[in-house]
């Protein structure tokens, strides 16, 4: 556990919201997350990472509000992959 008097900030996951970097290029793997007004990025890994981080984020957003407060899920945040297409 960290040292309290190090600490310099702590945030809320109150209305918190969380999702694919997908603009940021400059890494891969980058998860956006924007709470109490500020805007973070967080890489992960790899793409497994990525899914977990944000269902994670999205969880802890999710039960940090009032049963009255909570938004409607959304539908899948995530792009779906492309099919290939064979060539002949």
């Known amino acids: 556990?960290?040292?309290?008097?190090?600490?310099?900030?702590q945030y809320t996951l109150q209305h918190?919201?969380?999702g694919l970097g997908t603009d940021y290029t400059k890494r891969k793997n980058v998860i956006r997350v924007r709470m109490e007004g500020e805007q973070f990025l967080l890489?992960?890994?790899d793409v497994?990472?990525?899914v977990e981080w944000i269902e994670g984020l999205q969880a802890?957003?999710?039960?940090?509000l009032d049963l009255d407060e909570r938004a409607m899920p959304r539908g899948p945040l995530f792009?779906?992959?492309?099919?290939r297409r064979r060539t002949r």
Do not use: T
């Not at 802890?60 to 940090?64: C, E, R, S, T």
């Not at 792009?79 to 099919?83: A, F, L, S, V």
């Open 48 to 50: 497994e990472d990525v």
């Open 79 to 83: 792009p779906r992959r492309r099919r």
């Open 60 to 64: 802890a957003a999710n039960v940090a």
């Open 1 to 9: 556990r960290p040292d309290p008097s190090l600490l310099i900030r």
């Open 43 to 45: 890489q992960a890994k």
């Open 16 to 18: 918190a919201e969380s």
